[in-house]
């Protein structure tokens, strides 16, 4: 079943790459090189976006970000290891000289609030 469940190419991530190549932003798209495999990368402007479903990535106060009631032991240690290797690869990035910008599942599923990213990503450091 976890099979199934896909990194790359989701879409809210599609959402967010539309929006900015309409806005005339240009990217790269999930960079090996780079701790995590960050979904979409600026190098121009020296920033990175993850597009994090809240589910997975345990949004704060989100809805989406529950935990299943079966397994409960298991989704708790499998969701807590992610959210701490996004801190990590967070962390190795701004190391690095990114700046790290996290777009949310639920802030993409209308689209009208993301008018925010394209002044983010711009914004020189």
Not at 40 to 55: E, R, T
Request: charged share 30%; glycine share 6%; aromatic share 10%.
């Amino acid at each position: 079943m976890m099979s199934g469940i896909k990194g790359k190419d989701t879409k809210p991530e599609l959402v967010v790459r539309r929006y900015l190549h309409s806005r005339g932003l240009r990217f790269r798209l999930h960079v090996r090189d780079l701790p995590g495999r960050p979904d979409l990368v600026f190098p121009k402007f020296s920033a990175v976006v993850q597009v994090q479903g809240c589910f997975w990535h345990r949004h704060k106060g989100c809805p989406l970000a529950y935990t299943p009631a079966s397994n409960r032991a298991f989704w708790l240690k499998k969701l807590r290891d992610n959210a701490r290797r996004d801190t990590r690869n967070d962390r190795q990035l701004r190391a690095l000289g990114w700046r790290v910008i996290s777009v949310w599942e639920c802030e993409v599923r209308d689209g009208s609030s993301l008018i925010w990213l394209d002044r983010a990503i711009r914004r020189r450091n």
